[in-house]
Nanobody
Framework: QVQLVESGGGLVQPGGSLRLSCAASGSIFSFNRMGWYRQAPGKQRELVTTITSGGTTTILESVKGRFTISRDNAKNTVYLQMNSLKPEDTAVYYC????????????WSQGTQVTVSS
């Protein structure tokens, strides 16, 4: 079993920055993928960005150049640096860990609210 604990959400003005962190613990395989999803009110959850344990990343086009994902493999922790935040970035942000051993396993954090408003 894997547990994900995230922190760092909150209220920020447009143009501001926030940094989210997500620490994973438990039975973590050497190769995995961690990432961030978000869900705005009335919308489906969407994939924002991912990073594998080898460092390969993906990112949603609408946040490219503003959001940066990184990770510390020694700490099993993933970070999301969000700059130049816009009101449309307002959502609950979830951390995800996906790993494979014969089948795919997905684990989720409890979610943290990010609100961008003046």
């Amino acid at each position: 079993q894997v547990q994900l604990v995230e922190s760092g959400g909150g209220l920020v003005q447009p143009g501001g920055s926030l940094r989210l962190s997500c620490a994973a613990s438990g039975s973590i395989f050497s190769f995995n993928r961690m990432g961030w999803y978000r869900q705005a009110p009335g919308k489906q959850r969407e994939l924002v960005t991912t990073i594998t344990s080898g460092g390969t990343t993906t990112i949603l086009e609408s946040v490219k150049g503003r959001f940066t994902i990184s990770r510390d493999n020694a700490k099993n922790t993933v970070y999301l640096q969000m700059n130049s935040l816009k009101p449309e970035d307002t959502a609950v942000y979830y951390c995800n860990l996906m790993q494979w051993r014969g089948q795919e396993y997905n684990y989720w954090s409890q979610g943290t609210q990010v609100t961008v408003s003046s």
